[in-house]
């Protein structure tokens, strides 16, 4: 690029900044690649290894998300839950295996960023909300296509987009608390806050790791709601160790021991496994 075309580029940026009324062009969001779901399946983990040092985290890991479900994987501490997400979201590199969004993206040729934008979206356990910005703000901000504190508070939010924010806030239990600095919420509403910052960014799959821990009975049930709210619009993989909260979100749970899947079925089905019986649940 010449210097005459990025002095254009600026002046044209600098012209954007200045005018309040418009709806600039990094507030577009954007567009997912086409992911194909012929067969249903969302998320392929095939024939998946991982090694630290000796110690072999994950162990030819076949794991199949369909699209729209609501999955729980349960498993000891050490069972390979974070390294498996963080397989898929491109935090690690495994050693050997596929990992496909859908069977035409191939998660592995990506980077995090990449993987993102392609439609995965990740919650931690610990909540990572801007405190000293409010709900709406960091709703606002978490929304695809901006990527800049200033740029955001410059722009000009379109009918659309704050429609969408409105939605998500009702979804997430935060309608009346729009104003509200995120700093000033419980911790149960910050792990809400978090997933609606995901669900601005039209996630096609949703992993969400740990959202109960911590929380009041209360928070648990409307956590359960918006978890279960979420199946069918969104593919969902939450990793959890409260029993009774999977119990009342999950139709299909995935156990994990020693990196690789030792049970899959419904809550019943693996809670009357023998070997999960032996090695997670100490029977």
């Known amino acids: ?25 990094f507030l577009v969001p954007d567009e997912h690649p086409l992911i194909d779901t012929r067969h249903n399946i969302l998320l392929y983990v095939e024939g998946v290894n991982k ?66 934008n392609a439609g995965v979206g990740r919650k931690f356990q610990k909540p990572t909300v801007i405190e000293c910005l409010t709900v709406w703000q960091n709703l606002e901000l978490a929304m695809s296509g901006v990527r800049t504190v200033w740029a955001t508070f410059r722009a000009k939010l379109t009918a659309e987009q704050k429609d969408k924010i409105e939605s998500v806030l009702v979804l997430i239990n935060l309608a009346d608390h729009a104003a509200l600095l995120a700093g000033n919420l419980s911790h149960g509403q910050k792990q809400w806050l978090e997933i609606g910052m995901l669900l601005m960014q039209n996630p096609k799959l949703l992993l969400v790791d740990e959202p109960v821990a911590g929380m009041t009975h209360q ?32 139709s299909d749970v995935t156990v994990l021991h020693q990196g690789h899947v030792l049970a899959e079925g419904t809550m019943d089905q693996v809670q009357n496994h023998p070997e999960v019986k032996r090695v997670y649940l100490g029977e």
């Open 219 to 250: 928070e648990m049930d409307k956590t359960s709601e918006l978890l279960n709210s979420l199946a069918g619009k969104h593919s969902v993989v939450v990793v959890e160790h409260d029993m009774d909260f999977v119990r009342s979100i999950a």
């Open 1 to 25: 690029m010449t210097v005459l075309e990025t002095a254009k580029k600026l002046g044209t940026f600098a012209q954007e900044m200045t005018k309040r009324e418009e709806t600039f062009s």
């Open 51 to 116: 090694s630290f040092d000796g110690f072999k985290a994950i162990n030819d890991l076949n794991l199949y998300i369909r699209e729209g479900e609501l999955r729980c994987i349960i498993g000891p501490n050490g069972a390979g839950k974070t390294t498996m997400m963080d397989i898929i979201t491109g935090k690690t590199t495994p050693d050997s295996g596929q990992v496909w969004l859908g069977s035409n993206i191939n998660l592995l040729a990506m980077n995090e960023s990449q993987i993102a």
